[in-house]
């Protein structure tokens, strides 16, 4: 062993040592990031196709999103929502027209914007829609992944992500992903959201049947339901547009949003919505500590003037199509399927050749970061930053390691 691979080896065996082993993480330990690009701390280089899960859409230390950080660092970064600070209202104001939506309501992580939605929209069943009390269901899909909470989790179908996590919260019924009748079937009079998300990424990157977003937004439209679109890994410029769901042509009552909204230096979340929808809240019945905070809110500005040139979106389009064709070409060549749309795709190993996790390990080993996602299935998300240059140099190793 190299002095290089022991100060690798000994960071591992110290994270080991001192955490729950929720994560079972690639033994790499980074050090630096710039761009598409981390470093090691034996100055190993890698290609970051996994993005934070798309939180980094703008790469590492993207300049104009460290300039805002650095520029609120120097003024104020916390006030709580007791006051109101003169990032606030900027924030809001700018998230709220790149929704095309009335309001906006920001929080931190993913899971407290999807327990945003799914508070706000049982009290609009309550006190708008006129459902009995204690009788408000969501419908979601099965395979989702909208997070960690003890809510959240009473609706996965991922035993992983729920089994001992119990008691359940109840109020939620789970239909299969794409299937419109299943969909007509659940909605009841009490029902009042279907929560889904566009494409369903830690499943696989599961894009729908085409047509089904939009059937399953005249279905909320005959049955007075609200359509909460969870945009918090398939929005923000992921799939070639600002939310994934515009490629359905279909506007949703609700945008859930996170990762991106914090240009990979701070967690950001939010809601969107109109003010009949988010309008039900009152002082005092919901709300965060840190959310909207000014640093938060300066950072988050930034991204949304950054997605409002419409630059990022036209990159994932464009290179997106150059990341599937080269996907596409390795089809029988030792991947089986490759979903996806923009620079976000799910692609299966063959099983007989190896794991997904083995692949990512043999692909870090090439300098390249991916990660598995259930059994041989591999999600690959480039920095929206990414060059074609790097896109190809990437294809090239998953080309490598697929071959016998
Ligand atoms: C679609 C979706 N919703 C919600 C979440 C939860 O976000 P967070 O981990 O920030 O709580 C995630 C995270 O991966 C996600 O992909």
Known sequence: MTSVDMR?????????????????????VIAEGEGSWVV??????????LAGYSALNFGHRHPGLIAAAHAQLDRVTLTSRAFVHDQFATFCRELAELCGKDLVLPMNTGAEAVETAIKVTRKWGYQVKGVEAERAEIVVAADNFHGRTTTIVSFSTDPDARADFGPYTPGFVVV???????????????????????????????VPPEGYFAGVRA??????????????QSGLGRTGRTFAIEHEGVVPDMYVLGKALGGGIVPVSAVAADRAVLGVLRPGEHGSTFGGNPLACAVGTEVVRLL?????????????????????????????????????AGIDIDPALM???????????????????HGSTIRLAPPLVVTADELDHALIQLAAILRP
């Not at 090691?40 to 196709?49: E, N, Q, T």
């Not at 794991?355 to 990660?371: P, Q, T, Y």
């Open 8 to 28: 690798t080896s000994g960071a591992l065996a110290d994270a080991e040592r001192w955490t729950a082993h929720n994560y079972h993480p690639l033994p790499v």
């Open 40 to 49: 090691d701390i034996d100055g190993r280089r890698y290609l970051d196709f």
């Open 176 to 206: 299969p992903y794409g299937d419109l009748a299943a969909l007509a079937d659940a909605i009841t009079p009490n029902t009042v959201a279907v929560l889904m998300e566009p494409i369903q990424g830690e499943a696989g990157v599961l």
């Open 219 to 232: 279905l909320c439209d005959d049955h007075n339901v609200l359509f909460v679109a969870d945009e918090i």
């Open 308 to 344: 409002a040139t419409g630059e990022y979106q036209r990159r994932s389009a464009r290179l997106g199509e150059r990341l599937h064709d080269g996907l596409t070409a390795l089809v029988g060549q030792g991947l089986v399927a490759v979903r996806g749309r923009g620079l976000w």
């Open 355 to 373: 794991s997904g996790r083995e692949a990512c390990e043999r692909l870090a080993d090439r300098g390249v970061l991916a990660k598995d996602t």
